[in-house]
């Protein structure tokens, strides 16, 4: 790919995509443990709840190792919905912002303000809550509810 050369959307979501999914792996037992921590003993007022380690070894013992990625199905397509399309399409708004904001140089991405990049960030990351939300949903609820 040469310098300047733009790389397809479709490859930057599919990049964008995998990286995500590449990082919920990791997180994703860390995830699992804070919303069962927050889910232990709701409804009860008591101020003797499980840590996260404690909560972290219960879910290996009830379940296994496998237990602490319950819920990671779901983890992935939140990422390909809300990560892959935030990273593909913040280039397109950036761009679409600074031709209609002000003249720019060479390149929209060259000239493109603060302002102009703040706004497609802000644009990219509200369309990838709005398309995601419905799986984040499903998300929490795989991982709080043990028989799913």
Not at 63 to 78: C, E, K, P, Q, V
Not at 103 to 114: E, L, Y
Not at 115 to 134: E, Q, T
Request: with cysteine; charged share 15%.
């Amino acid at each position: 790919m040469q310098s300047g050369e733009t790389i397809p959307i479709t490859k930057q979501w599919l990049l964008g995509s995998v990286s995500s999914m590449s990082a919920a792996v990791c997180t994703h037992p860390i995830d699992l443990t804070m919303i069962r921590m927050q889910l232990a003993g709701e409804g009860v007022r008591t101020s003797d709840r499980p840590g996260m380690l404690a909560t972290a070894t219960a879910i290996v013992r009830h379940d296994g190792i496998g237990g602490l990625y319950r819920g990671l199905t779901a983890s992935f397509l939140r990422q390909v919905l809300y990560s892959g399309s935030r990273i593909a399409l913040y280039p397109s708004i950036r761009d679409l912002v600074a031709r209609s904001s002000s003249s720019f140089s060479s390149s929209p991405a060259a000239g493109a303000s603060m302002w102009a990049k703040s706004m497609a960030g802000l644009a990219a990351g509200a369309i990838g809550s709005a398309i995601a939300n419905p799986v984040d949903l499903c998300f929490v609820r795989m991982q709080g509810d043990v028989r799913l």
